[in-house]
């Protein structure tokens, strides 16, 4: 009770009556939680992805529904308790069969409950601190030195149906967001123009 109470002034503009249910049935909806304090945070995290899952397990749900959660190792830390932990634990692990996929990114692999990392069939992984490179055990020794060391838009993937990892550069810089900012040339125009067209 005393937790209850010492969340009600985070949390107070957040649970209204009377309102309408979102609508998150559209291709894309974002939900922006940055300006709400940590308790809050979890607690709109928890609110919709307890809605997408009720969803999926009652079969009301047409379609896969993909989950994008920034900063996972927050909601779901390694070390001590979260109050949604148990459940991101088990979307990470019986979501792709009722057609939930979770994608998490973090900065710190090591901050992530193991029970969701070991679940993961996809992994993608960029430049990395050394410190970190001890997670990343589905990497060769040689290539978790490489991942220290790869530039700005270089991934390495790792997933099951090839049996070696993967690495992979993005075609433009990451702050390009017109073909123009990219141009160097006259014939780069026409590379963009091939390379989207067999997209």
């Known amino acids: 009770m005393r937790r209850l109470w010492k969340a009600t002034p985070r949390l107070r503009r957040l649970i209204r009556a009377g309102l309408t249910e979102v609508d998150l049935s559209s291709q894309v909806s974002v939900v922006d939680v940055h300006a709400l304090h940590a308790d809050a945070q ?30 996972l190792n927050k909601y779901a830390p390694r070390q001590g308790g979260s109050p949604i932990k148990h459940l991101l634990v088990d979307v990470a692990a019986r979501g792709r069969s009722l ?18 990392t ?14 970190e490179a001890a997670e990343l055990g589905f990497l060769p020794p040689a290539m978790r ?7 700005p838009g270089t991934m390495i993937t790792s997933q099951p149906l090839l049996p070696a990892p993967v690495p992979v550069r993005f075609p433009y810089p ?26």
């Not at 030195?145 to 530039?151: C, E, G, L, T």
């Not at 040339?185 to 997209?199: F, K, Q, T, V, Y």
């Open 145 to 151: 030195a490489r991942a220290q060391i790869v530039p």
């Open 99 to 116: 057609g939930v996929i979770l994608i998490g990114a973090q900065q710190n692999p090591s901050g992530v409950d193991r029970d969701i």
């Open 118 to 131: 070991n679940n993961a069939s996809l992994e993608v992984v960029g430049q990395i601190k050394m410190s």
């Open 42 to 71: 979890r607690f709109v995290v928890a609110a919709v992805l307890d809605h997408v899952w009720s969803q999926h397990e009652n079969s009301t749900a047409a379609g896969k529904t993909i989950v994008v959660l920034d900063e």
């Open 174 to 199: 990451p702050y390009a967001t017109r073909v123009a900012e990219v141009l160097d040339s006259a014939s780069d125009e026409g590379d963009a123009e091939e390379i989207l067209g067999r997209l």
